[in-house]
C-alpha cells in the first residue's frame, strides 16, 4: 500500500505529521510560557518594586537615624560634622520618600493596603519628630554658634528635647519598620507564590511538550523509515535492474532493456535514461552487426554518412572503409569493366543518409537527470516551504532522527547527484563515442556504486565485442583478412562474431579463388573462372565482373599478342586491327613497339654489319631513340664499350702469348664475364709460364743426364696438360728404350753379355734393338773365340786363331789383333820356348840374331845371355868335373867370368868344393862304409860348421837311415798316397791355370783400352798442367805488378803527407803572419795620421796572409782529396792483390792438383804397362804352369813307382836294430841336414817378381835335362805356396 | 778617425743620446769571434796580439781566468772572453789568440790579454754603421759593457766595452794579479 505513495506524497506526509506534533507542542508551551510570563510580570512589576520601595524607605530611615544620633552626640560638635549629619538626614529623608513614592505607586493587595494605611501615620509622625530634632538642633547650632558652651544649660535643654524628639522618631520609626517589614514578608509571600504557579505551569507544559515530541518522534521515526525503505526498495529494483542489464550485456542480449516499472516512478527516468544510454550504444552496434551482417553475406549496404564521434565514428569510419573498399572494388570492377566495354564509363553508388539513434539516447538520459533534479528540487522546495518560519534553521540544527532524515535526504540527493552526472559523463561519453569512458565507481557507495558497477560492466560487456569487431573489420577493410574469431561470444555478439566469420570465409574463398585464377592465368590455362555460383550478392557481382574483365582482357590481349608474336616471328609489318574506347593505347604503343622496334633492328643491323666487317668502334646513335629503346641502345654501346674494351686488351695479351712473349698477369679489375676471360688469360699466363718453367726443367734435366725427370702434369689443367702428358710419355717413350739400350749397353760394358733383345720396337728403337742384338751377337761371337783361343791356349795350342772372317768392322779388327797378337806374342814364345827347351835339354842353341822388339829383345837377350852364361858355366862345370874326375880336388871354377847367381853358383861351387873336399874324405870313408848297406858307419871328425853338420848329417843320416829305412816302407806307402794327391792337386792347378789363361785374356783387352785412354789422361793433364802453369805466372806476375802499385800508392801517401806539413807550416806562417798585419795595424792606429800609410801596408799584408791561407787551404783540401784517393787505392790495390794471390794460391793449387793428375796418369799409364807387361808373364807363367801341372802329375806316378823300387832297395841295408829307436830321436837332425838343400833352393825360388818366370824356366832345363837322375819335388820345383806373387794371386 | 774617449764609452750607454752615439763610437775596431758571433774592441785598447802560449794557471783566481803569461818579461793576466760570457768552453784551435788589451785607471795602465776564438780583422765602422745596444739586453745593468752594435755587411758586431766587460773588483783582482807577479 504504502509503496504505491509517491515518496514525495510519503514525505509531505512525514514531514506533515512531524510539523503537527510540533504545532501541538509549540503551542503547549506558548500557553505555558504565557502563564509564566503574567507570574514573572507580577513578580517582576508589582513584588519586586514594592520590595525595592520598602527596602529604599528602611535605608532612608537608618540613615536618618544615623544623623539623628550623630546630632545628638556631644562628642560629633564640629560644624563639619554636624553638617555632615544634616546632609546624612537630609538624604535619608530623601531615600525614605523615594522609597514611598515607588511603592505608594505600585498595586497594592488588599491586606498590603491594610498594612499600609497602618503604616502611614508611623511614617508621618516619624517624619515630623525627625524634622523637628533637625530644627532644634539647628537652635543648638545657633546657639553654640552665638557662643554658648556645651555645658550651656540651653544647650543642655535643646539636648534633651533633641532626645526626646529622637527617640520619639525611633518609636515611629520601628512601628513604620515593623509595618514595611510586614509590607516586603507579604511581597515576598506573592513573590514566591508567583513562582510556585509558574513552575507548576512550567512544569505541566514541559510533561504536555515531551508527551507531544514523543508523539512527533514516533511519528517522524515511522514516516522516515517507511521512506526509507521505500528508497531503498526503489534503489534495489534500480540495482536489480542495472544487474540484469550487465548480466544481460555480457550474455549478448542487447535488446534486453531495464524494466521501467519495477522501479518507482521517480526513478523510472533513471532507468529510463541507462536504457536510452544502451539504446544509443547498441543502436550503432547493431548498425555496424547490420552492416557487417550484410557485408559479410556481400549484400554491401550504402555507406553510413552519419556523424559519429569518437569510437564510433572509427567503426564507422572503418565499416565505410570496408564499404569503400568492398564497393570501390565492385564499383573499380564494374567501372573497368564497363570502361574496357563501352570505353570509359564511371558509375557512382549513392548512399542514403543514415539516422543515428544518439540523440534520443542524450535527450532520455537528458530528460531523466532532469525529472530527477526536478524531483529533488520538489523535495527541498516542499522542505524549504516548510522551514520558511522561524523554524528552519532550529530545524536544521535540531539533533535526533530528523537530522539523520535531513542528512539521509541530503545524502540521497547527493548519491542521486552523482548518480545522475556519472549518468550524464556516460550518456555524454556514449554520444562522443568515447566508449572508453566508465563512471567512477569509487566515488559511489553502497549499491549506487553497483549501479555504477552495473553501467561500466554493461559498456565492458557491449563494447569488449564491440572492439573485437571493429578491428576485425578495421582489418578486412585494410585487406588483411584475419582468422575466424573462434572465441565464444553470446547473443548479439555471437551474431556479429559469426557474420564476421562469414565475411573471412567469403574473402578468403574470394582470395582464393582469385588466387587459384591467377595462378592459373599465370600458369597459362587463361580460360580458368571463378566460379561465380559460389559466392552471393556483391561477391557474386565482383567474381562475374573479375571473371567479365579478365576474359575481356584477354580477348583483346590474344589479338595484341597475335601482332606481338608476329613481331616476336619478326614481322614487324603484321597489321592491327583499331581497338575501341581507350584500347587505342593498345594500338598506339604497338605501333610505336613497331617503329622502335625496326628502329633498333635497323640499329642492330648496322652495329652487327660493322662487327662482321671488324668495325668495332662502329656504335649505334642513341639519340635517335626514345626511352628504354634508347637506353637498350645506349646499354648496346656500353656493353660494346665495356666487350670490346676488355676484348682488345685480351686480344693483346693473347697475342703476345701467341708471341711467345709472355706478358705480366693483368692486375686490372673486371667483372663478371671479363673477369673470367681476366682470370683465364691470367690462368693461361701461368699455364704457359708453368709449360715453360716444366719444359725448362726438363730441358735442364735432360741435360743433366736425369732422364727420370718429367714434368708434374698434375700442376696442369685441360690441354696443357694433356701437353705435359704427351711430353712426359713421349720422354717415357724415348727413354724406355733408351735406358733399355743404356742398361744393355752398360751391362755389355760390364761384360755381362744379356740375351737379345725380343721386345719388339717402331723405328729408330728398332734400330737401336738390332744394333744392340747385332753388338750383343758380335760380342758373344767374341767371347767364344776368345774362350776358343783362351781354350786353345790352355792346350797349348798356340797356332789356333780365331776366325777374323766371322766378325764384322772393328769386331773383326779386334779379332785380325788379337790374333796378330797371338801371332806376335807365340812367334818369339816359340823362339824363345824353342830355346827354353834347347837349354833345358842342355843343347845350348846358338845365340838368337834374330831382331825383336820391346819385351821380345828383352826376352832375346836375356835368353842370350842365359845362353852365355849356360855355355860358361857348363865349361866351367866341365872343367871342374874333368878336375874333378881327374881327381884335381884343388882345382876351381873361374868365378869371375860369371855374373850375378851364376857366380855366386861357380863361387858357391868352389867354396862348397873346398869346404867339401876336406871332410868328404873322411865322409866318404863313411859313405863307402855306408854304400856297403853297413849303416852303422859314423864320421868321427871333429868338424864345424857345415862339416860338422854335414858329420852330423852323415851320423844322423846313417842313423835316420837306419831309423827311416825301417820305416820307409811305411813312408813309401804314405809317399804313394801323396803322390796321389799331388797329381789331384796338379790336375786342379792345371784347371785354374787354363781359367787364368782367358781371365787374363780379357783383362788383357781391357787393359789395352785402359792404357790408351790414361794416356789420353796424361796428354790432357800435361796440357792442363801447362796451362795452369800459364795462369799461375800470370797471377804471380799480377801479384808483383799490384805490390809495386801499393809501394806506390804508399809512396804517394807518405808524400801527401809531407806536403801536409809543409802546408801546415804555410797555414802556421799565414797565420803569423796575420796576426803581424794586425799588430802592425794597431801600431797604425795607435800612431794616428801618421801611421795611415802603414796602415795601408799593413792591411796588404793581412790580405797577402790571408790569401796564403787559403791557397794552403785550397793545396790541403785536393791533397786531402788526393790521399783519400790513394788511401782508397791502397785498399782497391789490397783487395786486388788478395784476389791475385788468391788465384796464384789457386793457381798453384790447381797446378799440382794437374801436375799430381799428370803424374798418376803416367804412373797409371806406365803401371798399366807393367800390369800388361805383368799379365803377359803372367800368361806365360800360367801356360807353364799348366805344363808344370801335368808334368808334377806324371812325376807323382812315378813317384809312387819309384816308392815301391825304394821298398826293394831299402830291404838290401843292414840296419842296426838297436839303434831304431835312437835314431828316430835324431830324425829333427836328420831334417836339419835336409834343410841346406832347401836353404839353396830359396835364393833362386824368391826372386824379384819379373824374374820368377826365368828362375822357373831355367829351373825346368836341370829339371829336362837331368830328370832321370835328378827327381826334384813338386815343392822344389814350384813353391807355390812360397811364392808370394802366387800367393798374392 | 776620432779616437772614442774613454770617459765618454761608460756615459754613452746609460744616457742614451741616440742620435750622438754612431758619431761617438765611429773608428777602428778589432774584431774577434767568440763561437759564431762577432765582437769588436776599440782598437786603442788593443795593446798587441799574440798566438796562443802556455798559460800559467793562478791557483784560487775565479774560473774565466786562465791565468797569467809572460809576455816579454812582462805578466798579464788572461782572461777567458767564452767563460766570461757564460758560453760553453771549448778547446783552444789553432785559430785561437790572445788580444793584449789595455787601458788606464786613475793613470795606471792596465793590461791583460783575452782569449778569443779567432781574431779578424781590423774594421772601420762608421758612425751610420753603428746602433745603440737594444734596451733589452740592458737588462740589470748586467750587459753594460756593450758600447753598441756594429753592422758591417750582414754581420752584427757586438762593439764591446772592455773596462766593463770585468767588474772593477775583477779588474782589482787582475791587477792584484799582475801585481803580485810583477
Request: aromatic fraction near 4%.
Amino acid at each position: 500500500m504504502l509503496n504505491d505513495i509517491k515518496t514525495s506524497t510519503k514525505l509531505l506526509f512525514g514531514f506533515g505529521l512531524a510539523i503537527a506534533v510540533t504545532l501541538i507542542i509549540g503551542i503547549v508551551g506558548r500557553q505555558a510560557l504565557v502563564t509564566a510570563s503574567e507570574h514573572m510580570d507580577d513578580i517582576g512589576k508589582n513584588r519586586m518594586p514594592s520590595l525595592y520601595g520598602v527596602q529604599e524607605m528602611i535605608a532612608g530611615q537608618l540613615h536618618v537615624a544615623a544623623g539623628q544620633r550623630g546630632l545628638v552626640n556631644r562628642r560629633m560638635m564640629e560644624h563639619g560634622v554636624r553638617q555632615g549629619n544634616y546632609d546624612e538626614i537630609a538624604t535619608g529623608l530623601r531615600q525614605a520618600a523615594d522609597g514611598r513614592k515607588v511603592y505608594e505607586a505600585l498595586p497594592m493587595a488588599p491586606e498590603e493596603q491594610r498594612i499600609w494605611s497602618s503604616f502611614v501615620p508611623r511614617w508621618d509622625e516619624w517624619q515630623r519628630n525627625v524634622q523637628s530634632t533637625v530644627d532644634i538642633e539647628k537652635e543648638k547650632d545657633a546657639l553654640l554658634s552665638s557662643g554658648a558652651k556645651g555645658d550651656d544649660p540651653r544647650v543642655t535643654q535643646i539636648d534633651d528635647k533633641a532626645m526626646e524628639f529622637m527617640s520619639r522618631a525611633r518609636d515611629a520609626r520601628s512601628e513604620s519598620n515593623k509595618a514595611l517589614a510586614d509590607i516586603a514578608r507579604l511581597n515576598n509571600d506573592f513573590g514566591k507564590t508567583a513562582v510556585q504557579q509558574s513552575e507548576a505551569a512550567a512544569s505541566k507544559n514541559i510533561s504536555v511538550m515531551l508527551t507531544a515530541m514523543f508523539i512527533g518522534s514516533m511519528i517522524a521515526a515511522v514516516v522516515g523509515l517507511s521512506i526509507a525503505r521505500s528508497i531503498k526498495n526503489a534503489l534495489d529494483a534500480l540495482h536489480r535492474e542495472a544487474t540484469r542489464l550487465a548480466q544481460a550485456a555480457v550474455a549478448g542480449q542487447l535488446a534486453t532493456r531495464a524494466d521501467v516499472m519495477v522501479v518507482p516512478a521517480e526513478f523510472r527516468g533513471i532507468v529510463q535514461g541507462v536504457n536510452d544510454t544502451l539504446d544509443a550504444v547498441i543502436n550503432p552496434l547493431n548498425v555496424a552487426a547490420d552492416y557487417v551482417d550484410k557485408i559479410s553475406k556481400g549484400d554491401i549496404p550504402p555507406k553510413i554518412t552519419d556523424t559519429y564521434n569518437g569510437d564510433f565514428n572509427v567503426i564507422k569510419g572503418n565499416l565505410n572503409k570496408c564499404i569503400d573498399s568492398l564497393s570501390g572494388l565492385l564499383g573499380t570492377m564494374s567501372t573497368m569493366y564497363e570502361a574496357q566495354r563501352a570505353g570509359d564509363i564511371e558509375a557512382y553508388v549513392d548512399v542514403t543518409q543514415f539516422q543515428g539513434a544518439y540523440r534520443q539516447l542524450a535527450q532520455g538520459v537528458n530528460d531523466g537527470v532532469k525529472s530527477i533534479i526536478d524531483n529533488t528540487l520538489t523535495i527541498l522546495d516542499t522542505v524549504s516551504s516548510y522551514s520558511e518560519g522561524d523554524f528552519t534553521p532550529v530545524m536544521r540544527r535540531l539533533p535526533g532522527k530528523q537530522v539523520v532524515a535531513n542528512e539521509r535526504m541530503d545524502k540521497l540527493r547527493q548519491n542521486l547527484m552523482a548518480l545522475v552526472a556519472d549518468a550524464k559523463v556516460l550518456s555524454i561519453a556514449a554520444v562522443e563515442g568515447k566508449l572508453a569512458v566508465r563512471a567512477d565507481a569509487s566515488k559511489h557507495q553502497g549499491d549506487y556504486r553497483k549501479i555504477v558497477q552495473g553501467v561500466n560492466e554493461t559498456l565492458d560487456a557491449v563494447i569488449g565485442p564491440l572492439n573485437v569487431a571493429a578491428n576485425y573489420v578495421d582489418r578486412i577493410s585494410k585487406g588483411e583478412v584475419p582468422a575466424k574469431i573462434t572465441d565464444n561470444y553470446n547473443g548479439d555478439f555471437n551474431v556479429i562474431k559469426n557474420n564476421l566469420n562469414q565475411l573471412v570465409n567469403n574473402l578468403n574463398q574470394l582470395v582464393d579463388d582469385m588466387g587459384v585464377m591467377s595462378k592459373q592465368h599465370d600458369a597459362g590455362d587463361i580460360d580458368v573462372k571463378i566460379p561465380e555460383e559460389r559466392f552471393e550478392g556483391a561477391y557474386r557481382v565482383m567474381a562475374k565482373g573479375v571473371n567479365d574483365m579478365v576474359f575481356g582482357h584477354i580477348a583483346v590481349k590474344k589479338k595484341a599478342m597475335a601482332c606481338l608474336a608476329e613481331f616476336a616471328a619478326g614481322n614487324f609489318d603484321a597489321p592491327l586491327e583499331k581497338f575501341p574506347g581507350k584500347k587505342v593505347f593498345i594500338n598506339e604503343n604497338i605501333e610505336l613497339l613497331r617503329r622502335n622496334s625496326k628502329a633498333l633492328v635497323t640499329d642492330a643491323i648496322m652495329l652487327s654489319k660493322a662487327a662482321v666487317e671488324g668495325k668495332l668502334a662502329t656504335r649505334a646513335d642513341a639519340s635517335k631513340h626514345q626511352g628504354d629503346f634508347r637506353k637498350i641502345v645506349q646499354g648496346v654501346n656500353e656493353t660494346l664499350d665495356a666487350v670490346i674494351g676488355p676484348l682488345n686488351v685480351s686480344a693483346d695479351y693473347v697475342d703476345k702469348i701467341s708471341k711467345g712473349s709472355i706478358p705480366a698477369k693483368i692486375t686490372d679489375t673486371y667483372n663478371g664475364d671479363f673477369n673470367t676471360i681476366k682470370n683465364n688469360l691470367n690462368q693461361c699466363i701461368d699455364a704457359v709460364n708453368n709449360m715453360v718453367a716444366d719444359a725448362g726443367l726438363l730441358a735442364k734435366a735432360a741435360v743433366e743426364g736425369k732422364l727420370a725427370t718429367r714434368a708434374d702434369a698434375s700442376k696442369h689443367q685441360g690441354d696443357y696438360r694433356k701437353i705435359v702428358q704427351g711430353v712426359n710419355e713421349t720422354l717415357d717413350a724415348v727413354i724406355g728404350p733408351l735406358n733399355v739400350s743404356a742398361d744393355y749397353v752398360d751391362k755389355i760394358s760390364k761384360g755381362n753379355i744379356p740375351e737379345r733383345i725380343t721386345d719388339t720396337y717402331n723405328g729408330d728403337f728398332n734400330t737401336i734393338k738390332n744394333n744392340l742384338n747385332k753388338c750383343i751377337d758380335a760380342v758373344n761371337r767374341m767371347a767364344g773365340d776368345a774362350t776358343m783361343l783362351a781354350k786353345a791356349a790352355v792346350e797349348g795350342k798356340l797356332a789356333t786363331r780365331a776366325d777374323a772372317t766371322k766378325h764384322e768392322g772393328d769386331f773383326r779388327k779386334i779379332v785380325q789383333g788379337v790374333n796378330e797378337t797371338l801371332d806376335a806374342v807365340i812367334g818369339p814364345l816359340n823362339v824363345s820356348a824353342d830355346y827354353v827347351d834347347k837349354i833345358s835339354r842342355g843343347n845350348i842353341p846358338p845365340k838368337i840374331t834374330d831382331s825383336y822388339n820391346g819385351d821380345f829383345n828383352t826376352i832375346k837377350n836375356n835368353l842370350n845371355r842365359c845362353v852365355d852364361a849356360v855355355n860358361s858355366l857348363v865349361a866351367d862345370t866341365e872343367t871342374l868335373v874333368r878336375a874333378s874326375i881327374e881327381g884335381k880336388l884343388s882345382t876351381r871354377a873361374d868365378a869371375s867370368k860369371h855374373e850375378g847367381d851364376y857366380r855366386r853358383i861357380v863361387d858357391g861351387v868352389n867354396k862348397t868344393l873346398d869346404a867339401v873336399i876336406a871332410p868328404v874324405m873322411e865322409a866318404a870313408g863313411a859313405l863307402e862304409t855306408l854304400a856297403r848297406y853297413d849303416l852303422r858307419a859314423r864320421v868321427t871328425g871333429d868338424y864345424q860348421g857345415d862339416h860338422a853338420r854335414i858329420k852330423d848329417a852323415l851320423n844322423g843320416t846313417a842313423k835316420a837311415l837306419q831309423d827311416a829305412l825301417s820305416q820307409v816302407a811305411d813312408a813309401v806307402e804314405q809317399v804313394s798316397e801323396a803322390s796321389q794327391q799331388i797329381a789331384g792337386s796338379s790336375q786342379a792347378v792345371s784347371q785354374g791355370a787354363s781359367e787364368q789363361a782367358s781371365s787374363l785374356e780379357e783383362t788383357s783387352s781391357s787393359l789395352e783400352e785402359m792404357a790408351g785412354m790414361t794416356k789420353q789422361n796424361a796428354d790432357n793433364t800435361i796440357q792442363a798442367r801447362s796451362l795452369a802453369q800459364t795462369t799461375k805466372e800470370a797471377a804471380e806476375k799480377g801479384g808483383t805488378a799490384m805490390i809495386r802499385m801499393t809501394d806506390a800508392m804508399e809512396k804517394i801517401r807518405a808524400a801527401s803527407q809531407g806536403t801536409a806539413d809543409i802546408i801546415k807550416d804555410i797555414n802556421e806562417i799565414a797565420f803569423q803572419t796575420n796576426l803581424l798585419a794586425l799588430n802592425a795595424a794597431v801600431e797604425a792606429a795607435r800612431a794616428g795620421d801618421a801611421g795611415r800609410g802603414f796602415a795601408v801596408v799593413a792591411e796588404e799584408v793581412r790580405n797577402l796572409a790571408l790569401r796564403s791561407k787559403e791557397a794552403a787551404k785550397k793545396t790541403e783540401d785536393l791533397i786531402k782529396v788526393a790521399v783519400g784517393h790513394a788511401e782508397n787505392g791502397r785498399v782497391i790495390t789490397n783487395e786486388v792483390a788478395g784476389s791475385l794471390t788468391e788465384i796464384v794460391t789457386a793457381a798453384a793449387k790447381v797446378n799440382d792438383i794437374v801436375s799430381e793428375i799428370a803424374v798418376a796418369s803416367q804412373e797409371q799409364s806406365r803401371g798399366i804397362e807393367q800390369v800388361n807387361t805383368a799379365v803377359a808373364e803372367m800368361d806365360k807363367v800360367v801356360q807353364t804352369a799348366a805344363s808344370n801341372a801335368e808334368e808334377s802329375s806324371s812325376a807323382a806316378e812315378e813317384l809312387a813307382s819309384q816308392s815301391e823300387e825304394l821298398s826293394s832297395l831299402v830291404q838290401r841295408f843292414e840296419l842296426d836294430r838297436d839303434n831304431r829307436t835312437a835314431s828316430r830321436r835324431h830324425a829333427p837332425a836328420a831334417k836339419e841336414a835336409a834343410s841346406p838343400r832347401r836353404a839353396a833352393m830359396h835364393p833362386a825360388t824368391i826372386p824379384p817378381p819379373r824374374r820368377g818366370a826365368v828362375i822357373v824356366n831355367r829351373a825346368k832345363r836341370p829339371n829336362g835335362a837331368n830328370g832321370t837322375t835328378h827327381k826334384p819335388s813338386p815343392e822344389d820345383l814350384i813353391p807355390l805356396e812360397k811364392d808370394p806373387e802366387f800367393q798374392d794371386f | 778617425m776620432p779616437e772614442p774617449v774613454k770617459d765618454s764609452n761608460k756615459t754613452d750607454t746609460t744616457s742614451g743620446e741616440v742620435p750622438n752615439i754612431g758619431q761617438q763610437l765611429a773608428g777602428k775596431y778589432m774584431t774577434f769571434k767568440l763561437a759564431s758571433e762577432e765582437y769588436g774592441l776599440a782598437i786603442l785598447r788593443v795593446r798587441e796580439i799574440i798566438g796562443l802560449m802556455d798559460i800559467t794557471r793562478v791557483p784560487r783566481t775565479k774560473e774565466f781566468i786562465r791565468g797569467v803569461i809572460n809576455l816579454r818579461g812582462k805578466v798579464i793576466p788572461v782572461v777567458d772572453l767564452r767563460m766570461k760570457f757564460n758560453m760553453p768552453s771549448t778547446e783552444s784551435t789553432d785559430q785561437t789568440v790572445i788580444i793584449v788589451v789595455q787601458w788606464l785607471v786613475s793613470n795606471n795602465a792596465t793590461t791583460m790579454g783575452i782569449l778569443v776564438d779567432e781574431v779578424l780583422e781590423v774594421l772601420n765602422i762608421a758612425a751610420e754603421q753603428i746602433e745603440p745596444p737594444p734596451e733589452l739586453y740592458s737588462r740589470n745593468g748586467e750587459t753594460d759593457f756593450i758600447l753598441g752594435i756594429g753592422k758591417a755587411d750582414k754581420r752584427v758586431i757586438c762593439l764591446l766595452d772592455i773596462e766593463q766587460v770585468l767588474s772593477k773588483d775583477e779588474t782589482m783582482h787582475l791587477r792584484s794579479l799582475e801585481a803580485s807577479e810583477a
